[in-house]
């Protein structure tokens, strides 16, 4: 795993109200996993049918300029990518249970150590159940035990072994009317194996909200959130709690062209320092459909996450995002993204030197990073069963801290077959 980039996006929408705040998670960096294998679907391919059981594999060849992340003396590797995958879902007229299983085997041809293979196991499980014609309760949980090599110990350039979880669960009530009461809490455990990197960036979160939403009409509905958030560390003292407050609005102009969006405050609570500190929590997202074949979405974004820079406790993240679809036949697709993400470090966060790692000090002044990231795919449906797609992403980092800032150029191929 290379360097974390800060929180992973959560994937699915199980109300309007988690919608809105899985949107906002899915335009900041990725929690626990790489920015590159998150962001410009290198990994993965065409998903499980959709009936009772599938199954397939998927095979990927890449090159990569710069596996292990650093500005001086890269190493370039072609990189070959195992993964077969299980799908299994039932229905009800009440009931929607889904699993989903993928095992990756990556093999590198080059790379520092000896250690040549990284493995891992994500596994997904989907449950919602309609209680009564007004309340409905979803739940997701994605669970992933990683097996990769630390290259360089001592730096966070390979993090080692870990284990991570994600529980979503998100209830909806509605009053009549027009009027619904959306609940929903989110759990999220980070542990590596590694000593050093445990006492930095092991950690849970918990967000709780609780929210109302008005349906004005079928184009138009509003809706204001109160939220909650937690984040402990297992090492170094870095806990906060977050107040959010934000108004929501969802809006389709015409047929081709919505707006999805959310503004409003986070108030944050350090323990290290005992004070507060107040930041926006936007996000925004557009969509326009040009015709029934192309696709433009443009995104914006600007919230406070946790951070990896021990020094400080938190990083002010603004990302920008476009991104168009392409479909020239019913078979051939191509896709096109391009991604911002400036971060801001505040100085002087920290009071006490033993809150800190042996060895590392206090921040005495700011900070700052920007990621851009250029991304262009091209996929082809043979049949129902066989899909293939090539595709380039461009990753540039650029940053005031030593050993961070890097480029990074990976071209694939691949292939996913299913049953």
């Known amino acids: 795993m290379n360097k974390l980039r800060g929180n992973r996006a959560v994937t699915v929408m199980l109300t309007w109200m988690a919608g809105a705040a899985a949107a ?19 990994i993965g391919g065409v998903s499980a049918q959709q009936r009772h059981f599938a199954y397939g594999v998927t095979i990927r060849e890449s090159y990569d300029s710069n596996v292990t992340t650093q500005q001086d003396d890269q190493i370039s590797s072609f990189i070959t990518t195992f993964g077969p995958d299980l799908h299994f879902a039932w229905s009800s007229p009440t009931t929607d249970v889904a699993v989903h299983y ?9 790379r520092p150590g000896g250690n040549q293979f990284d493995q891992s196991h994500d596994f997904t499980f989907d449950l919602s159940h309609e209680f009564s014609p007004r ?35 998100s209830t909806a009530y509605s009053m009549g009317g027009r009027w619904e009461l959306p609940v929903t809490f989110e759990h999220f455990f980070m542990d590596y194996e590694d000593g050093q990197v445990s006492n930095i960036l092991d950690r849970q979160t918990y967000n709780g909200s609780l929210g109302v939403r008005y349906n004005l009409n079928s184009q138009t509905r509003f ?57 926006p929590d936007i996000a925004i997202s557009l969509n326009y459909a040009l015709g029934p074949r192309t696709v433009f979405t443009g995104q914006f974004s600007a919230r406070v996450q946790p951070t990896e820079v021990v020094q400080y406790l938190h990083q002010r993240t603004y990302v920008f995002m476009f ?52 991304g262009l795919n ?24 030593a050993g961070r800032g890097y480029d990074r150029d990976i071209g694939y191929i691949q292939t996913r077959i299913g049953f």
């Open 24 to 42: 906002v998670a899915q335009m900041t960096v990725p929690q626990g996993r790489p920015l590159e294998e998150t962001r410009a679907g290198q």
């Open 135 to 169: 309340f409905r309760v979803s739940m997701m949980d994605e669970f992933r035990p990683g097996f990769e090599p630390e290259l360089e110990s001592g730096t966070l350039q390979r993090q080692g072994d870990y284990i991570q979880n994600r529980l979503l669960i």
């Open 323 to 374: 991104g168009a679809t392409h479909q020239f036949t019913s078979r051939l697709t191509a896709g096109a993204n391009v991604l911002l993400i400036p971060s801001d470090f505040d100085p002087t966060v920290r009071t006490d030197p033993a809150d800190l790692p042996t060895g590392t000090a206090g921040a005495t002044q700011g900070g700052h990073e920007d990621t851009v990231q250029v």
């Open 223 to 279: 809706g204001a959130l109160y939220g909650l958030g937690m984040t402990t560390y297992e090492g170094v003292n870095r806990d906060a709690t977050a107040h959010t407050f934000s108004f929501n609005v969802n809006h389709a102009f015409t047929p081709r062209l919505s707006l999805d969006a959310r503004a409003g405050a986070q108030m944050s609570f350090f323990e290290t320092v005992g004070n507060a500190e107040l930041n």
């Open 102 to 110: 993928v095992y990756w085997a990556t093999y590198y041809e080059h």
């Open 378 to 401: 091209l996929s082809y449906q043979f049949n129902m069963h066989w899909r293939a797609e090539v595709g380039a992403t461009h990753t540039a980092v650029s940053s005031s801290f």
